[in-house]
C-alpha cells in the first residue's frame, strides 16, 4: 500500500498547504500556488491537497471547475489572453480576435500545444482597448502587428 | 532632480517599464520615481518632470522619444511637441474635484512618508480618539453611498454590523472589478493602495471588525501585487498597535479571485474568500448580521472605503457639500471603450454625461458619431445621445433608466450592431451565471439563442415575445442581480434601436429555408 500512497504524493502541493496552515479557507490561494508551480492542477496534486485541508476530493472538485483560472491540463507554451469584454469590442476586440485565429492557425478557447488564445473578459485597460495579457504583462492599444511582436518577445523569456 | 514615470498597469500596458529604462540611461542623475497615473489614460505613458514652475507633463512618450526629449530640455521642462505644460494645469485634471483619487498619480504609492505627506492618516487619528459609533454616524451624515453599483448607504449598512454582539467580525473591501469600462479600483489599489487600507482600518474601529480582507480579482496582478507590499509597509510602521503576541491589531489579507466575475456580488464573494465555489446566497440573512464564516461581516467596495479617510479627517459636511440631491460626494467616473481622451474623471454627482463624454472626453477616438454608451458596466442599459443631457447620480439616472453602477461609461460608435452587444450581454451571463438559480443559468442560453433567431430573421414577432416573456423571467426571478439585470442592456437595446434586430432580416424566412 506505500506505493500506492506514494504515487499521490505531491510534495510542493503538501508544501503549500501546509504554508497556509492547512486551513481549508485558503484552499483557493493553494489552487493559485500549485497551478503557478505546476502549470496546471495534476490528479496527484488535488488528492494531496484534498488530504493536507481534509477536505473531500469532491468539493475540491467543484472549486476547480467553478472558477475559470483553473486548468486540469498542461496548458500550451504561450497563453494570450484576449479580452472581448464591451469596452475592448467597441474598439476593434473582435476583428483581432479574427485576425489573431487566423494567424496562430487556432481558434479561441481551443486547446494548443503552442499558442492558446484565451477569452478573458476585462482586464481593467478600458480606456485603451483592445487589452491583452501574457504571462501577466498588460499590453494596451494592441492590433494584429503589436500582437505578432508581444507574443515574439514573449517567446524570448523562455 | 525627479522625474515622474507611473507604474500603472495602463501606463504599463503602453510602455512605461521601457520609457523609465530609456531615461535612466539618457539621464543618468535624475531620480526615477514610480507614481500612479493621473488618469489620462490616453497621453500614457505620461512623464513628469519636476520644475520651479511645478510638475510639467510629457506624453504619450514612448521609449524611442526619450532620448530627443531629454535633449530638447525636458528635464528642465522646457516646452516640445509633446509637451502639456504644468500637470495641474491641464483641463482634464483641473476641472475635476478629486476626494478618493487627490494622491493618486501625485505620490509614490509605496511611501508611507509622502502618503502622510500629502494628508494620509489623518481621517485614522481622528477615528481612534471619537470611537466606532461617532465614526459611523460621521460616515452616515457624510451620505456616502456604496460605489460597487447599488448605492447603498454606507453608514446604515455599518450600524447594522455595529450593533451586532458578535465578539468576532469582519470587514471586507470588494476588488474583484469586473465590470467592462471599469478600472478605477484597480488605479486607486495601484496608485494609493495606503488610502484603501486607512479607510479599512477605520471601518474595523466603526463596526468592530479586528480582520479585513481584500479580495482582488486575478486579472489585477499588479495591484495584487502593490495592495501586498503596502499591507507589508503599513504593518511593518505599526500605525495601529499590536495585540499582545505582537500581530497587527487589525489583521490584513489579501485572497485573490478565480476568473469568475460572479465574485464580485457580496454573497458569492464572501463564499469564495471561505474557500468554496462562489455561488449566490439567498439573503436573509444579510452579511452585515451572518456573512464570512457565519460572523458580521461588512462587504464595501474599494471606492467606499477610500473616501472614508477623507470623510473622517475632513468631516462628513465637507464630503456631503459635493453633489445633489441623495448622491452625496464624488464618483471617479471612467471613460472607456471608442473616446478620444479616455481615462479617470472624479467629479461631484450631478455632471452630466456630455460634459464627461465630450467636455473630457472629447468625443470618440475613432472621430465617428456616437451610437450609444453603456453606463454601469455589463448589466447597465445603452444610453442614446438624445439623453446625453442626464445628471450622473444614482436617482437621476434611474429616472432615465440607466444606472450609475460603478460609474464606468463605454462608448460605441456608428458601426456597432446593437443587436449583437444584446446577444454578447446574454452571452457574457450564460458564461458568467454561477448557476445556482435556474432564471439566469438557463434564462441566458435561451435568450442568446432567441436573439440569434430574431437576428435571423425567424418567425420574428414570436420571438420577440419569447424574449420580452425571459426578460420578466429573469428580472422577477432571479437571486441576484447578474441575471436579474442581464435584460436591462437587452431591453434597451431592442426598445431604442429595433433596427439592429430585425433590419437585416430577409422577407420571409420560411421562403428561403424552402429553397
Not at chain 2, 480618539?129 to 451620505?143: L, R, T, Y
Not at chain 2, 458578535?166 to 473591501?173: G, I, N, P, R, S
Not at chain 2, 460634459?355 to 453606463?375: C, H, M, P, W, Y
Request: charged share 25%; with cysteine.
Amino acid at each position: 500500500m506505500a506505493t500506492l500512497l506514494n504515487t499521490i504524493e505531491d510534495a510542493k502541493a503538501r508544501d503549500i498547504c501546509k504554508a497556509h496552515g492547512d486551513k481549508p479557507d485558503e484552499l483557493i490561494e493553494v489552487l493559485h500556488e500549485v497551478q503557478a508551480a505546476h502549470g496546471y492542477l495534476s490528479d496527484a496534486a488535488l488528492r494531496t491537497i484534498a488530504q493536507s485541508l481534509n477536505i473531500s476530493r469532491a468539493e475540491i472538485h467543484g472549486v476547480v471547475t467553478f472558477y475559470h483560472d483553473f486548468k486540469k491540463e498542461k496548458g500550451a507554451k504561450q497563453t494570450i489572453k484576449i479580452c472581448r469584454a464591451e469596452a475592448c469590442q467597441a474598439v476593434g476586440a473582435n476583428e483581432l480576435i479574427a485576425e489573431a485565429e487566423t494567424h496562430f492557425k487556432t481558434k479561441m478557447d481551443d486547446k494548443a500545444v503552442a499558442i492558446k488564445l484565451e477569452a478573458t473578459y476585462c482586464l481593467g485597460n478600458c480606456a485603451l482597448g483592445p487589452a491583452v495579457m501574457i504571462d501577466d504583462q498588460l499590453y494596451g492599444r494592441v492590433d494584429i502587428a503589436r500582437l505578432k511582436t508581444i507574443s515574439n518577445n514573449h517567446k524570448g523569456e523562455d | 532632480m525627479r522625474v515622474f514615470v507611473p507604474c500603472d498597469a495602463a501606463a504599463l500596458s503602453m510602455g512605461a517599464d521601457e520609457v523609465a529604462a530609456a531615461i535612466a540611461i539618457a539621464a543618468p542623475n535624475a531620480e526615477i520615481i514610480r507614481n500612479g497615473s493621473r488618469g489620462m489614460l490616453w497621453l500614457e505613458p505620461l512623464v513628469e518632470v519636476e520644475t520651479d514652475k511645478g510638475r510639467v507633463a510629457y506624453g504619450p512618450v514612448t521609449a524611442g522619444d526619450v532620448a530627443g526629449l531629454v535633449k530638447d530640455g525636458m528635464l528642465d521642462g522646457k516646452d516640445h511637441d509633446l509637451c502639456h505644460g504644468p500637470t495641474e494645469d491641464m483641463d482634464y485634471l483641473k476641472n475635476q474635484e478629486r476626494l478618493t483619487f487627490a494622491r493618486v498619480g501625485i505620490i509614490d504609492p509605496l511611501s508611507l512618508d509622502d502618503y502622510k505627506a500629502h494628508g494620509g492618516v489623518k481621517g485614522l487619528e481622528k477615528a481612534l480618539k471619537i470611537g466606532a459609533q461617532k465614526i459611523v454616524d460621521e460616515v452616515k451624515e457624510s451620505g456616502l453611498r456604496g460605489r460597487g453599483g447599488a448605492g447603498f448607504p454606507t453608514g446604515i449598512k455599518w450600524q447594522t454590523a455595529l450593533a451586532q454582539e458578535e465578539t468576532q467580525k469582519y470587514l471586507c473591501a470588494n476588488a474583484d472589478e469586473g465590470d467592462s469600462g471599469t478600472f478605477a479600483d484597480r488605479m486607486l489599489m495601484e496608485g494609493d493602495p495606503f488610502s484603501l487600507i486607512e479607510g479599512m482600518v477605520i471601518g474595523g474601529l466603526g463596526i468592530g471588525a479586528d480582520t479585513g480582507y481584500i479580495y482582488i480579482r486575478s486579472e489585477y496582478p499588479h495591484a495584487i501585487r502593490t495592495m501586498r507590499k503596502a499591507i507589508e509597509i503599513w504593518d511593518r510602521a505599526d500605525l495601529f498597535g499590536r495585540n499582545e503576541d505582537g500581530s497587527p491589531r487589525f489583521d490584513l489579507q489579501i485572497r485573490v479571485g478565480a476568473g469568475a466575475y460572479i465574485c464580485g456580488e457580496e454573497s458569492s464573494m464572501l463564499e469564495s474568500i471561505e474557500g468554496k465555489r462562489g455561488e449566490v446566497k439567498v439573503k436573509p440573512p444579510i452579511p452585515a448580521i451572518s456573512g464570512l464564516f457565519n460572523k458580521p461581516t461588512i462587504v464595501n467596495n474599494v471606492l467606499t472605503l477610500a473616501s472614508v479617510p477623507y470623510i473622517m479627517a475632513n468631516g462628513a459636511k465637507a464630503y456631503a457639500d459635493f453633489g445633489q440631491g441623495r448622491s452625496m460626494g464624488t464618483q471617479p467616473f471612467q471613460l472607456a471603450g471608442d473616446i478620444a481622451r479616455g481615462g479617470l474623471v472624479e467629479k461631484a454627482f450631478g455632471v452630466t454625461m456630455n460634459e464627461l463624454l465630450n467636455d473630457f472626453g472629447g468625443g470618440t477616438r475613432s472621430g465617428r458619431a456616437i451610437k450609444a454608451v453603456q453606463a454601469g458596466g455589463p448589466l447597465g442599459g445603452f444610453v442614446a445621445p438624445a439623453d446625453f443631457d442626464m445628471a450622473m447620480g444614482y436617482e437621476s439616472m434611474a429616472e432615465r433608466g440607466a444606472m450609475m453602477g460603478h460609474g464606468g461609461l463605454v462608448v460605441f460608435n456608428d458601426q456597432t450592431n446593437m443587436g449583437s452587444m444584446a446577444r454578447y450581454a446574454m452571452e457574457f451571463c450564460e458564461i458568467e451565471s454561477c448557476g445556482k438559480c435556474t432564471p439566469c443559468r438557463i434564462g441566458a442560453v435561451r435568450g442568446k439563442e432567441t436573439i440569434d433567431k430574431i437576428m435571423a430573421g425567424e418567425e420574428q414577432g414570436k420571438n420577440l415575445e419569447v424574449l420580452e416573456d425571459l426578460c420578466d423571467l429573469m428580472e422577477t426571478a432571479s437571486l441576484c442581480a447578474m441575471g436579474g439585470l442581464t435584460p436591462m442592456p437587452v431591453r434597451s437595446a431592442l426598445k431604442q434601436f429595433p433596427e439592429d434586430f430585425l433590419g437585416t432580416a430577409p422577407e420571409d424566412s420560411s421562403k428561403q429555408a424552402a429553397e
